[in-house]
């Protein structure tokens, strides 16, 4: 299964650690490090030609991580994975 992220940007399902809110996550000092630790290493890609709103936050294997900067809500984005992952139970099952 995929996860579309906007302007015809789509993640394998299974490469998904964790969707967050841009606002309420990047609060922590922490998490606003992390980012700027991932840009500067080249693990950022902004698929959003808007406001950015969540980053999405995938495992590679030849890197480590991969961020995604989307311009769609994490609540969006969820109900998109919850959506897929009740489509590939259905085709399964």
């Known amino acids: 299964m995929y996860l579309h992220l906007g302007q015809s940007v789509v993640i394998p399902f299974r490469d998904v650690v964790g969707i967050f809110d841009l606002d309420n996550a990047s609060f922590s000092h922490r998490t606003r490090a992390f980012l700027r630790q991932a840009e500067e290493r080249g693990h950022v890609i902004n698929v959003s030609e808007e406001l950015p709103k969540s980053f999405v936050l995938c495992k590679t294997k030849e890197d480590g991580v991969q961020v995604y900067i989307s311009q769609l809500s994490s609540a969006t984005l969820l109900r998109r ?6 489509e590939g139970n259905f085709l399964l099952g």
């Open 81 to 86: 994975a919850e959506d897929s992952q009740m």
